[in-house]
């Protein structure tokens, strides 16, 4: 009998199966998602913070990991000020937009309109230990320049070279250097092919050519040995004798000795040189305080301003981390009182420059100025007051002046303030101002308003005051100071450019102002004296104005960007008019004798040879860069 | 049913949808980062980073379907093809948001991780929800409520030793050589997810070949029994894909609040970090 089949429900049974709700799977998951959430909290409350890290920092950053503070400002971010702890601890504000702004333009303005750009969107962390931090993406440098190598714009210093050509437009005071007589003498000399003759001058230094210097590469046994020239008789009146140079008991190392000397007849003639001879820079620089006063005035007031820019960022080189609680007081109270002294000036100059402005302050000096000095004096403060009148009247030029209106302006203003001095000799305090503000017009350059200096020294405050807060906070809420900073480099670049300029100031020491100016034969023939002077100088290599043009030995034509000869020389089999063709007929030191962008993308870009940006140019200016 | 009709979706105009978006989000991630470096927490980054939580909110919503579907996308089939297309774009988004690289430190990974286990183990639901259901209709005759499975299994089992109480001693020694056991219990297999008939033919071969060596008289009986006994590994089919289709959410639901747990966190880092 065949099975029959049951329909109907089944018989009620105890052996159901009765599956999870959904529900039950839902509330396991929030309830374990809960629990993860706690268990982070407690470990972030009890210092753990691993769990919650977006991932392992660089190497160099690993001993501060644990610290997130170190970086990060608690609702703010990554803060910039964080990361100039460490990374800026002088605050000289070289890492920031507003640097790479004026170190890519030059312009001041510019630098203060750039903003603030946050040093993580480009240096991005928690990218592992070996992750490049400062290898970025090349689509920044897109952002504001070009996105192609072929879009490349021609080398600056060549395109503001001279017409026919390449030529630096600045003078390097080595005019007279010829490559093309070099080519042959070091070939007649030496008996090799003119390819390999530039390597008998430019030696490898690591892996670029060390920068040339007389002693090392000219003045070697063979070639230009100044010893056996002397100057000519000069008239002693003119120029001073090394006793009478030590008598002045000026600063300064000098290396002359006195049987380098014959002395006849009144006249002086030093009978051996030295490169860089320094009782012939002497006399020079004291012949053109003679001959140009203003000039010589201006330089050394110019060297003093930078001197004093660069001893006040050395007495700041200390790392905020390094200072304890008080100082950091001490500072915050410096910084806003010179804040306030820098709104005060700024608000001085917003009234004081306008057209048609209030001239009372300058008025009540000038009528006093007026009523205590007689005759001359009194005719000579009249006279200020017109042209200051006159000035109120005229049309403020917008924007900073070029450099030839600058000098004449800033020699009127010197002017003025020389009247000053005079009016009130014995004046101290207003001698102290008249100094201060003759620092302050030096201190101007071509290209940069007086009002951009005041807001970037305010820019510059106003963002170490805001360090300053930032570590007084930290070291409340219990943050240990930065352990190491990256201070050294820094404090030696500017240890290194202080003593640099301090050497060039003391080779222009301070003479009295000339009682009265030079006449037409008096000037000739000291400049007659001059010429003979540096006739050894000028009839070698250099211009003939020494004294006027400082010689910057090995300066870097590509400022702005990074350049290494020796993978270059290896590349073209050490052909090195590859790239440079036209040095065989150059004849100037200033002609640039190198091809422009287009023979660098011979080989780079277009599939070739890397072309990123990075390769060549660097964002943030190194304090030894620029 | 072929695997391939049973990823057809449902509502094509849905599937296109999502394409596209994807497609779009890719693009515009592509575009801008021509223009800017990528960040998770910067720019078109962030803006991702705040889509992909916001979705993932809003697919947390879905247990709570019954309560909002009067109020948002009227009926559980919107919201189940909702829940599934928004989901997919999510996982996008969070790729977007990473910027296509892998993640770093343990946080990051662990959404990296439970984003794409529960995308994927959701599209895994959905397969299931298509496929088996189709599976069970298309290759088994019987058809049961999971939840009556063992009764029946019960009431087969006694109808089959009531068949064999009054039989040869060659047919019990071969029930209880044979059947005895395996009908005792429900026997789960996941080879039934590919095949509900898998392995039948070996286990009735048995009671093929036994069916030559009874008494004529007993040959009834015999089909009796293999005719149960293919019921019971109906019912064992039964009940491991419909076990499958209820439980495959074990996979899904507790990663799924493991990750909105780690989101809150995540959120919370970057709010105050």
Redesign the interface.
Known sequence: ???LP?WGT????K??????R??F??T??????????AL?LLFHKIGVN???????VTSAHAPIEAQ?QQC?S??G??SNLRCQRCHDPSGASTLSTGAHALYVSGNVERALEAGELACA??H?E???RDHPLGT??E??C??CHFRSFDAHPEFQVLRTSGPEGRRAPEVTGLARFSHAGHFDAVKKKRNIEREASCFECHEYDGSDFAPLSFERTCGTESCHVLGNDATEPLPLDAVMSPSAIRALAVAGDWSFRDEEFTIELGAISKTRLRHEDDWISFNAARIHSRLDPAHYVRSREELVAELRQLRRQQSLATPLAGLDEGRLRARQIALEAELKAIDARLAAQETAIAPGSDLSLVNVINEALAAVAEGDTRAEAQDIRAHLNQRASANVPEGALSGEELEARRDEIHGLLDSLTEAAPDDAALGNDVDALRTRVSSLVPGFSSRGLLESSRAQRLSELERVRDEISLRAEGVPPAANTLLLGQQRSLKRRAEGTLARLTKLPEWPTPAAPLDDDARQELQGVLDALTATCSNACHVPLLAKVSVEAAARKLRRSTFVHSPHVLQTDGDCLRCHPSIVESKMAEELNFEGIASCMECHGAGGIGDACQSCHFYHPSSGKW | MSSGIALAPKVPRNLKATAIVSVALVAACAVS???????A??GPGLVFGFLAAFLFAFEMLY?WRRRLASRFLNTARNWLQAHVYLGVITLVSVFIHAGFRW??????WSLMMLSVWTTLTGLLGVWLQKWIPSALADGLTVEVL??????????LRT?AET?VENSSDRLKRFYDREARQSMGSVSGSWGYLFNVAAGRERALEKFRRMSQFVDPSEQ?RV??LM??YTEKLELDAQ?SLQ?IL??W??L???????????L??HIA?W???
């Open positions: 009998m065949p099975r049951h089944p018989d009620r049974t052996h159901y199966v009765i599956p999870r959904t529900g799977y839902v396991v998951g929030l309830f374990v998602g809960g629990l993860l959430v982070l691993e769990p919650l890290s977006a991932g392992p997130c990060h608690l609702g971010g990554v969107a480009c991005v928690h990218r592992g970025i993406d689509a920044y897109g952002g | 980062s021509l223009f800017f470096p990528w960040h927490n910067r247990p993640p770093t430190g343990a946080l990051g999971y939840e009556r499975i063992p009764a029946i299994l019960d009431k109808e068949l009834d089909e009796d005719t149960i009940y076990s209820r439980r959410q074990v899904h639901v507790p990663a799924a609040g493991l990750l909105i747990g780690l809150v966190v880092v709010i105050v970090y």
